[in-house]
């Protein structure tokens, strides 16, 4: 066979074709670069056979007289410009994708097609010499024709050419478009494609993503920003909603140290004025959750300052210690009568900042209750303490006591200036044997805290990624 194929080196070239399409489609190469290294070298096998058979792609077939033979001639030297077209397409795909991801189809299909159109344009002028001037001015008049005609979707293709090499955003990077918030599912010649908070697709054109405003909330990729906004009315000192807020925002761990939250005026109006409170998170699948946060805390903290949200219907103003009462989770299930009658037992007493207000291993003669402030709670992790929550107002403290005279097990710290309610345990268990509810509320309370400290000190520390040259290397 291959003396046959020696001896007939058309044939061999035609072998070579049907061999590059086998190897492309059939043979289970396990990386793309393999499988191009291949088509390369059959490219250049096939360009060795074609030279030597004394054809070239930029002359005409030199067998007139010879008509299968001419004809076979032409029609490999007009292949010779399509597999190099092709060869060219697929070695540029894979210098694209190295170097840009996946973003880089488009820009192969773009450069593809103009590398064919070439290809086809020389095939015809060198091999079947026609008229290729005239061509070229028939297919400019006809290329103005219809470029008028698809102006907007041309648009959205050079768009979208320029989304792929600038790389604002990226396959599943979350991002804003326009307004629009979602995740990138894909960008394609027309369009970028996002999925949304409610679970539907948005498609933007790649001509207004061109032109929009787009915040890419995946980058930075380990520092979201969070933020809620809140109106209060205007005749509240700014100053005193801020110390609040940023009271809420120290209470919240969730949040990053650095960049510090903060809190900040946002806009003034004559009745109302609109608050920001803003922090950074560590991951984005977060940040649903730590707004919720965020505004929980912002309500506790504002209501223990004594600040009502902006509101059409006038609030009665009740007392500080009956509204603890109304707000705490382990009395909701008594009366208004009880609830009245624990609120005037409670005792206040301010704490500055740092000073303990319940030690680890002290049996504690109260139950506290957080009027106002932040407190850290930290326990012991051989010699030294490691803090595994922060409190606010209406959280309590000592309920090991109240259950079997037990000993806190762990450090409540003033991180802020806080006011602190004292109910004594007499009155505590006073209740407990009253209410059934309470004890239960509180044993439920220990075994959650419990669970926390202990995850909190026997969680597996984060695996740190390394990183070397060649990782640095095949990011460029």
């Given amino acids: 066979m291959f003396t046959v194929l020696q001896s007939y080196p058309l044939i061999l070239g035609a072998f070579l074709l049907l061999l590059d399409l086998v190897s492309w489609h059939l043979l289970p ?6 499988r191009v290294a291949t088509r390369l070298a059959l490219f250049l096998l096939y360009s060795g056979v074609i030279f030597n058979t004394g054809l070239s792609p930029l002359l005409p077939p030199p067998w007139p007289d010879e008509g299968t033979r001419q004809l076979a001639a032409t029609a490999l030297a007009i292949i010779w410009w399509i597999f190099a077209a092709r060869t060219l397409t697929v070695v540029f795909g894979m210098v694209l994708l190295r170097r840009i991801g996946h973003s880089g189809r488009l820009l192969q299909d773009v450069l593809g097609a103009l590398i064919f159109l070439i290809a086809v ?6 091999v079947l010499l026609l008229p290729v001037q005239g061509l070229l001015a028939t297919s400019g008049a006809m290329a103005i024709i219809v470029g008028l005609a698809l102006q907007s ?29 979602g995740k990138v599912l894909d960008i394609d010649w027309r369009s970028t494609h996002l999925l949304t908070g409610s679970g539907s697709t948005a498609v933007i054109p790649n001509s207004v993503a061109a032109k929009a405003k787009i915040i890419n909330l995946s980058r930075p990729a380990d520092v979201h920003g969070v933020s809620i906004r809140i109106a209060i009315p205007a005749q509240v000192r700014p100053r005193r909603v801020l110390d609040a807020l940023e009271r809420a925002l120290q209470g919240n761990n969730a949040l990053l140290t650095s960049p510090a939250p903060k809190a900040f005026v946002d806009e ?3 009745t109302i004025i609109y608050y920001m409170a803003a922090g950074a998170i560590r991951s984005l699948d977060k940040k649903v959750d730590v707004r919720s946060l965020m505004f929980d805390l912002a309500h506790r903290h504002l209501e223990a300052a004594g600040i009502a949200w902006l509101s059409e219907v006038p609030i009665e103003p009740i007392p500080r210690t009956r509204a603890l009462i109304e707000e705490i989770k382990i009395f909701r299930g008594i009366n208004a009568e009880e609830k009245e009658t624990l609120a005037q037992t409670l005792t206040k007493r301010e704490y500055a900042v740092g000073q303990v207000i319940l030690d680890a291993g002290e049996v504690s003669e109260f139950l506290y209750v957080i009027g106002t402030g932040v407190v850290s709670a930290s326990v012991r992790n051989g010699s030294t303490f490691v803090e595994v929550g922060r409190m606010g107002p209406t959280e309590v403290m000592g309920e090991q006591s109240m259950l079997g005279d037990a000993p806190s097990d762990a450090r409540f710290t003033a991180m802020t200036s806080c006011i602190v309610y004292r109910i004594e345990k007499s009155v505590t268990l006073q209740c407990m044997e009253q209410r059934v509810e309470i004890k239960a509320a509180l044993t439920k309370l220990q075994a959650v805290r419990q669970q926390s400290t202990h995850s909190m000190l026997f969680q597996k520390p984060s695996e740190v990624k390394k990183t070397g040259f060649l990782s640095w290397l095949n990011k460029r």
């Fill in 153 to 181: 979707t041309l648009s959205d293709v050079f768009s979208g050419i320029v989304l792929n090499t600038t790389k604002p955003y990226q396959i599943d990077d979350v991002v804003s478009i326009d307004g629009i918030e």
């Fill in 121 to 126: 344009v020389a095939a015809a002028g060198y």
């Fill in 268 to 270: 003034a109006g004559t």
């Fill in 29 to 34: 190469f396990p990386h793309q670069i393999y």
